[in-house]
């Protein structure tokens, strides 16, 4: 990968491409050169106390989506079973069966509905926040519990951006990548947009050309 790091605080680039120099004096970002930062700015403007969430891919969201329509089907199979004649097969196979099982099929139902609703909410609990303040970054944890992680513009030194996602490189040499969001244009032209009021760095990584 090529990286092309670069400040967004020139007006007037001298060279397109132009790559970052040894001295102090303030040089042009790859916004500036691509003539994009008076877009980004005029799309975002982070005000006092905004916040722009960016939600789950749909591959992250599906299978919840999946096991609450399960969840409701077996819900509505229920619900006609004890509604229907006491002569049908779905009668005899739910209400008459629930007296030789530990768990009746009515307290099943509301438990994997619940189940269910709760997996999708904690699936939209995923993404990424962008504010004024920081980067709020929302995961899950291997047994499914969600993990909250905020960083301050002060702890943040760089933001890398490539075809696969973002990282943010922080005041301590660490890294820490972004969670996958479904709109990562939005998110990549918030972040720029911000880190440009913010006088932060941004490097692009590109493929080298095969």
Same mark, same amino acid.
């Given at each position: 990968?090529? $990286?092309?790091?670069?400040?967004?605080?020139?007006?007037?680039?001298?060279?397109?491409? !132009?790559? #970052? &120099?040894?001295?102090?004096?303030?040089?042009?970002? *790859? &916004?500036?050169?691509?003539?994009?930062?008076?877009?980004?700015? !005029?799309?975002?403007?982070? +005000?006092?106390?905004?916040?722009?969430?960016?939600?789950?891919?749909?591959?992250?969201?599906?299978?919840?989506?999946?096991?609450?329509? =399960?969840?409701?089907?077996?819900? $509505?199979?229920? @619900? *006609? =079973?004890?509604?229907?004649?006491?002569?049908?097969?779905?009668?005899?196979?739910?209400?008459?069966?629930?007296?030789?099982?530990?768990?009746?099929?009515?307290?099943? @139902?509301?438990?994997?509905?619940?189940?269910?609703?709760? &997996?999708?909410?904690?699936?939209?609990?995923?993404?990424? *926040?962008?504010?004024?303040?920081?980067?709020?970054?929302?995961? !899950?944890?291997?047994?499914?519990?969600?993990?909250?992680?905020?960083? !301050?513009?002060?702890?943040?030194?760089?933001?890398?951006?490539?075809?696969?996602?973002?990282?943010?490189?922080?005041?301590?040499? #660490?890294?820490?990548?972004?969670?996958?969001?479904?709109?990562?244009?939005?998110?990549?032209?918030?972040? #720029? $947009?911000?880190?440009?009021?913010? +006088?932060?760095?941004?490097?692009?990584?590109?493929?080298?050309?095969?």
């Amino acid at each position: 990968m090529n $990286a092309v790091t670069e400040p967004n605080d020139q007006k007037e680039p001298e060279l397109p491409g !132009m790559v #970052e &120099t040894a001295d102090d004096t303030e040089r042009p970002s *790859i &916004t500036d050169v691509h003539g994009t930062v008076a877009r980004f700015e !005029m799309a975002y403007s982070p +005000k006092v106390g905004e916040r722009r969430a960016f939600g789950p891919p749909l591959r992250h969201t599906v299978p919840s989506y999946i096991f609450l329509v =399960a969840a409701l089907a077996f819900a $509505a199979v229920v @619900a *006609i =079973a004890y509604a229907g004649s006491s002569n049908s097969p779905l009668f005899v196979w739910v209400v008459e069966g629930d007296r030789h099982r530990q768990v009746g099929a009515q307290p099943l @139902a509301w438990f994997l509905s619940f189940c269910a609703i709760g &997996t999708v909410l904690r699936a939209h609990l995923r993404g990424v *926040i962008v504010s004024q303040d920081g980067v709020e970054l929302r995961t !899950m944890l291997p047994m499914g519990l969600p993990k909250v992680r905020k960083l !301050m513009w002060a702890q943040i030194d760089r933001i890398v951006l490539d075809e696969q996602g973002v990282m943010l490189e922080l005041w301590n040499g #660490e890294y820490e990548r972004l969670p996958a969001v479904k709109d990562h244009d939005g998110l990549t032209r918030t972040l #720029e $947009a911000t880190a440009a009021l913010r +006088k932060k760095t941004i490097t692009r990584l590109s493929k080298i050309a095969s």
